[in-house]
């Protein structure tokens, strides 16, 4: 399994972020695929998921904000973060991993920083 997660970066608060994850070395279609988070000194915590299918599954905390999605095809999974908040200043890894399931390190990415900041 090789994830390799992009887009972070710095933001303003309310502002937008597309990240992605470009997945390897597993049959990705045939995976559910989830978005986990981790602020400092924190836990990790589990953020999205997407079916084989397309189904959608999201926490509490960001249902309305994020939407997740997936291409197949291009063996690629995405996170559009939308009215970000200072609280979601953590690092996003991309997993493989199906709904609220906290992967270890072998089914997930390296992560990409979001900091969310004026």
């Known amino acids: 399994v090789n994830l390799v997660e992009s887009g972070g970066g710095l933001v303003q608060p309310g502002g937008s972020l597309r990240l992605s994850c470009e997945a390897s070395?597993?049959?990705?279609?045939?995976?559910?695929m989830s978005w986990v988070r981790q602020a400092p000194g924190r836990g990790l915590e589990w953020v999205s998921s997407?079916?084989?299918?397309?189904?959608?599954y999201y926490s509490d905390s960001v249902q309305g904000r994020f939407t997740i999605s997936r291409d197949n095809a291009k063996n690629m999974l995405y996170l559009q973060l939308n009215s970000l908040k200072t609280e979601n200043t953590v690092m996003y890894y991309c997993?493989?991993?199906?709904?609220?399931?906290?992967?270890?390190?072998?089914?997930r990415g390296q992560g990409t920083q979001v900091t969310v900041s004026s």
């Open positions: 070395g597993f049959t990705f279609r045939s995976y559910y």
């Open positions: 997407i079916s084989t299918g397309g189904s959608t």
């Open positions: 997993a493989k991993s199906y709904i609220k399931i906290i992967p270890d390190e072998s089914n």
